[in-house]
């Protein structure tokens, strides 16, 4: 006959009280040990047998489920979500192929995913319908819009979440081939909304509008929005290539503009490493921008005015919206990407030898692979027709369309807040 093993319980006196503990030692290769059984919101171990015994069982069931996640799935070490994250983000920075900023907004979406799962959670523990409901919380959360956080957004945050988990079955911490967020069936996405652009005349008066900007000295403006917009608009670049642009990306001898992956961004394709046309209105803003004694000194273009070391900008919305606002639009209505929009529809229009430009061409300087997709999404002509063989916006030429919105603009000659 078998001899029968003793209980795992044991009781310590505690206080005056009979308090529970167990002994799970057997299972020291997955954590196991000699442990007080404490019950979900109590600081102590529990004086109550029958819930000592419910601990003792489900404490069993995880450690058994560990025991064969090692043994069956080839599961080398227990890992918690905090530890593991930490970990990630210092691989992640020793490797050196991402900046700062991406560390920074990464560590921000595990530390969400930390205070919703909790820091000590198995992750091999996090199944989809956990994710499915971190989706949900997150799309919950406010916003620094008066909003709550939008599709896009909490995509970023599954991003990092995959992106963790990855590096967890490449070291034996989850099973090959497990990732709740990559396996999650409806992700959320960004809203597909029609593609907005500038007419030509209309990029011409915001560019004006940013020429006489004058920024409030107390209102810590950014004093080169003139030539920040007009390399947003003649180059075509997204948001993040432009504001982490270097002073040794413009080369006024060769007549061009380089986007590259440097210290402050990253790009976002292999094909986003290109260069662009200096084009001569560019080249006339920038020169007297950085040769004429404005441009602070440093690596960065345009770097940012708020701190003490030199830092990439993050966000020009409240400037931009200052320069909309004198030129007629409400704010929120003009952002960066619709400047590469709007290049896009104006270089279509340029001639190349007395021919339309290539699509090609055009896509190359928008950092595509092809033509598809600005043949597809960035192909608007508009209603101006503004043949030219350089992109340019010039309130000059457009002095009858504009007519009373430029006569408008030039009376708000005052420094505006």
């Not at 030509?200 to 008066?205: E, T």
């Amino acid at each position: 006959m078998p001899a029968r093993r003793r209980s795992r319980i044991y009781w310590r006196e505690r206080g005056g009280e009979r308090r529970a503990y167990a002994d799970f030692r057997d299972f020291a290769e997955v954590g196991g040990g000699r442990e007080a059984l404490i019950a979900p919101g109590e600081p102590n171990a529990t004086t109550d047998p029958d819930i000592a015994h419910r601990l003792l069982a489900d404490r069993v069931a995880e450690l058994e489920g560990r025991r064969r996640n090692r043994v069956l799935l080839g599961i080398e070490r227990d890992a918690g979500l905090q530890e593991f994250a930490a970990h990630h983000l210092v691989e992640k920075a020793r490797a050196g192929k991402v900046t700062e900023g991406w560390l920074t907004r990464a560590e921000m979406h595990l530390r969400a995913a930390i205070d919703f799962f909790g820091a000590e959670r198995d992750l091999a523990a996090i199944g989809v319908r956990d994710v499915q409901r971190y989706v949900a919380h997150l799309k919950s959360q406010p916003n620094r819009r008066g909003g709550t956080l939008n599709g896009g957004t909490v995509r970023h945050y599954l991003n990092s979440l995959s992106n963790m988990f990855r590096r967890a079955q490449g070291e034996g911490c989850v099973p090959l081939g497990f990732n709740p967020a990559a396996a999650l069936m409806d992700k959320p996405s960004a809203r597909r909304e029609e593609a907005r652009w500038l007419e030509v005349p209309d990029a011409a008066l915001l560019l004006e509008a940013a020429r006489t900007y004058k920024p409030h000295p107390e209102a810590h403006g950014m004093p080169y929005m003139y030539p920040l917009l007009a390399t947003f608009l003649l180059t075509g670049g997204r948001r993040a290539e432009v504001l982490g642009l270097e002073v040794e990306d413009v080369s006024f001898d060769r007549k061009i503009v380089t986007f590259r992956p440097n210290d402050w961004r990253r790009l976002k394709t292999a094909t986003s490493h290109r260069s662009v046309p200096l084009w001569p209105q560019l080249e006339e803003i920038l020169r007297q921008y950085v040769f004429g004694g404005s441009a602070p000194p440093g690596r960065l273009l345009f770097p940012s005015v708020r701190h003490q070391t030199e830092q990439m900008i993050y966000d020009p919305r409240k400037a931009l919206d200052a320069i909309a606002r004198r030129a007629g639009w409400k704010e929120g209505e003009i952002r960066t990407k619709a400047f590469r929009h709007t290049y896009c529809a104006a270089r279509l229009q340029t001639v190349d030898n007395g021919f339309p430009v290539s699509p090609y061409t055009v896509g190359k300087e928008m950092g595509h692979g092809g033509d598809q997709l600005v043949r597809r999404i960035y192909g608007h002509l508009g209603e101006v027709r503004h043949r030219s063989e350089v992109v340019e916006y010039r309130v000059e030429q457009h002095k009858e369309k504009l007519g009373e919105r430029l006569k408008a603009l030039r009376a708000k000659l005052s420094p505006v807040a």
